[in-house]
């Protein structure tokens, strides 16, 4: 497992990106708009920084992660880590933190990543991110149709087709 003398962590939401570059002392804190212009944007505009040494990490959260961890990996080939939201939440209730905004989600990324440096996001080809994509969407048509099925709900299947 290799350590990293600093570490970003990403809170990822729909349109926004928070990050916190923790060097293990100290966070330094960040936000963006969650698109591929303001990353680079935000990469060019700290020239004192060597991100090719930081490792990036951030949550899973669906589709909303996958454009940033890709630029990371493919464009710049920066080390990048993407952890189970879960995983973070177990970790911010062993340190006792209650309350999550996404400036407070950064920090407890960066920590997390720094103390415990998780493994490498696996890039994989195109086609695999449109499939899962594609089995995502069934799933959801699939629990939409037992939803509207239920009973309680007023709604006679029969009707439905």
């Known amino acids: 497992m290799k350590s990293y003398e600093k570490v970003m962590g990403i809170d ?9 570059l923790f060097d293990g002392v100290a966070h330094r804190q960040y936000q963006i708009k969650n698109d591929i212009s303001s990353m680079e944007e935000f990469l060019n505009q700290h020239p004192e920084e060597d991100f090719s ?4 990490v951030m949550e899973s959260t669906g589709v909303y992660h996958l454009r940033i961890a890709l630029f990371l990996a493919k464009d710049l080939g920066y080390e990048r880590s ?5 995983v973070i939440k177990k970790y911010a209730e062993m340190l006792l933190k209650r309350a999550k ?7 407890l990324i960066a920590q997390y990543g720094y103390h415990n440096s998780p493994p490498s996001f696996l890039v994989r080809d195109q086609e695999s991110y449109e499939l899962d994509q594609l089995l995502k969407g069934i799933e959801d048509l699939q629990l939409e149709i037992v939803t509207l099925k239920k009973p309680d709900r007023g709604i006679n299947p029969s009707t439905l087709y």
């Not at 993407?82 to 879960?86: A, G």
Request: proline share 4%; hydrophobic share 45%; net charge positive.
């Open 12 to 20: 990822v939401s729909k349109k926004k990106l928070h990050l916190s």
């Open 53 to 56: 040494c930081i490792l990036f």
């Open 82 to 86: 993407v952890v189970n939201p879960f």
């Open 101 to 107: 905004t996404d400036k407070v989600g950064a920090r």
